[in-house]
């Protein structure tokens, strides 16, 4: 057998044979370009565990449409868009109208509505049901899951070119937006809508509780290639499709699942960001020398 041959069984092959592969491997591209500059805008805004909060905080809202609905993403996904956005807004009012902090008002809505979840799915589903919402089953997505996930991927991206430059101004210096009139609570609301609808078209796939892994790991991977906000957010897109690539090869040759090997292929990918990355540790300690001559 060839090398040629050998690479090609390893790498394409997967994808060219099954159409469960290809369409998870779709899957992941399209979450990957809606996700990936959404997650770079909340790593700048350094909102990152936030993220990871709100990835749980729409679990009761997918529980209810579960038992409503069955595996069905949009029943599953109307649910988790409406408790998402619910969580986002009452932490959001809780902290500005008391004295708590928003990171603190978000764990505490998180952590209520992840145990709601879990007892929902658990007094009326199997335990096999539980993993499914909980670790998600991107090899079992199907035509009607993959129009969504790509609609929200579109949906993020005309939206975040829409509202790009006050966005941007919003995240660096919210006191300048607010002195030239702008509407920054607006821009911050429509920007939580973006982070709500993108867990949701994630948690089929990957699950709620690693919903967030392709929204945060290719950001901060991104972080050590590029210094521009449009590089960083192009270096995510391609960190989490390569992710993609590499997490369903490495499951299908090994049969481990597919979601957290996906999610360990992007944390695989950070740490040799951080290591060999244009701006890692390594780069900079090469370049020490001769910046001190």
Known sequence: MSIVTMAYDATLAPFVEFGFMRRA?????????????????????????????????????????????????????????????????????????TAVREDASFASFYLTSLAAGVLIVSLKGSSVDLLHVLFGTILAIDQNALYLIAGISSLTLVLLALIYRPLVMECFDPGFLRAVGGR???????????????????????????????????????????VSLPGMMFSAML???????????????????????????????????????????????????????
């Open 184 to 226: 920054g609570h607006l821009y911050h609301v429509l920007f939580l809508l973006l982070v709500v609808l993108n867990l949701v078209a994630g948690f089929q796939s990957l699950g709620t509780l690693m919903a967030v892994g392709l929204m945060m790991l290719p950001a901060v991977a991104a972080r050590f290639w590029a």
């Open 239 to 293: 960190v989490a499709f390569l992710a993609g690539i590499i997490g369903l090869n490495i499951s299908f040759h090994t049969g481990v699942a597919s979601g957290p090997t996906i999610v360990l292929s992007a944390s695989g990918i950070y740490l040799l960001s951080f290591l060999f990355g244009r701006l890692g540790i390594v780069r900079q300690r090469l370049s020490r020398p001769h910046l001190a001559g």
């Open 25 to 97: 491997l779709v899957a992941c591209m399209a979450l990957g370009l809606g996700s990936g500059p959404v997650g770079v805008l909340l790593m700048l805004r350094r909102m990152s565990l936030v993220g990871d909060a709100m990835s749980h905080a729409v679990l009761p809202g997918a529980a209810v449409g579960f038992l409503i609905a069955g595996l069905s993403l949009p029943a599953m996904g109307l649910g988790g868009l409406v408790v998402g956005l619910a969580v986002a807004l009452l932490s959001g009012l809780v902290s500005r109208t």
